[in-house]
């Protein structure tokens, strides 16, 4: 059975950093994308970035490019998202998500199976 455990949420100032882990493990991803989303109160789970596992190839999404970063470590299966100048707008549960394709994408219909999510809250 496939499972991504997110880690590392919690509250943080304004201008000051995070780092969320997504541990994975039931199966082998070195194939597979690893997307990272967020869903604040009252909004649409979004796409914040991904990371192809083959490669390591990383996409964005505009609203974080140049503050956030993803990696992996091989080795561990497991997934980071690096989150540095974080703004209160930043606040919601971020979830780490496994796609059986080769291609970064960004809605959420294209990724097979989710972690729980973790909450991170930006406080002003």
């Known amino acids: 059975q496939v499972q991504l455990v997110e880690s590392g949420g919690g509250l943080v100032q304004a201008g000051g950093s995070l780092r969320l882990s997504c541990a994975a493990s039931g199966r082998t991803f070195s194939s597979y994308v690893m997307g990272w989303f967020r869903q604040a109160p009252g909004k649409e789970r979004e796409f914040v970035g991904g990371?192809?596992?083959?490669?390591?190839?990383?996409y964005y999404a505009d609203s974080v490019k140049g503050r956030f970063t993803i990696s992996r470590d091989n080795a561990k299966n497991t997934v980071y998202l690096q989150m540095n100048s974080l703004k209160p707008e930043d606040t919601a549960v971020y979830y780490c998500?496994?796609?059986?394709?080769?291609?970064?994408?960004?809605?959420?219909?294209?990724?097979?199976?989710w972690g729980q999510g973790t909450q991170v809250t930006v406080s002003s």
């Open positions: 990371i192809r596992w083959s490669g390591g190839s990383t």
């Open positions: 998500a496994a796609d059986r394709s080769i291609v970064v994408h960004t809605n959420t219909r294209s990724y097979d199976y």
